[in-house]
């Protein structure tokens, strides 16, 4: 079967993403709801990915205003990309990368010109092979190692 993104744009949509990240980031890396729950998700955009009917993977954008504060992506000048995440039984598909460059094209669509998100140490040769490049020091986010990264979006 195929693999779709789209917007999450019904409560359905967002719902299924919501049990993805739950999932993989309070069941599987045991990070606390209260931590996952973050009070954003309702200004954010959500992106699934769809194979048939079966939602395998999301990811969550942000934006960020000229005084560092989060807004709705449309009144951002940063794209903040995060809380993306591919069910175990569909990783190594690709997926997480089709994610990303659809976040990527919607945020470079809205006139955003610059992306940044907080990677995993683990993940973050996939984020570099994505064009991410590492700003500042190694940190911890939930208790797991994280490194800040940041891409240039090039206009439409």
Known sequence: ?????????????????????????????????DVERDGLD????????WDGDEAIGTVRVLGVD????????ARG????????????SD???GIGRRLLDAALDLARREGIVRAEL?????VVPFYARAGFTIEGEPYEEAAIP???MI????PE
Do not use: N
């Open 77 to 88: 000048t940063i794209a903040k990309i995060g809380r993306m995440a591919v069910l175990p």
């Open 91 to 93: 990783r190594r598909r």
């Open 118 to 122: 907080s990677a995993q140490e683990t």
């Open 42 to 49: 309702d200004i954010a955009w959500h992106l699934a990915a």
């Open 66 to 73: 000229g005084a560092h504060r989060f807004v709705r992506p």
């Open 146 to 148: 994280h490194r800040k």
């Open 1 to 33: 079967m195929s693999v779709t993104i789209r917007i999450a744009e019904s409560a359905a949509d967002r719902l299924a993403c919501w049990r993805i990240r739950e999932r993989v980031f309070i069941e599987e890396q045991r990070i606390a709801e």
């Open 151 to 154: 891409r240039e979006l090039e």
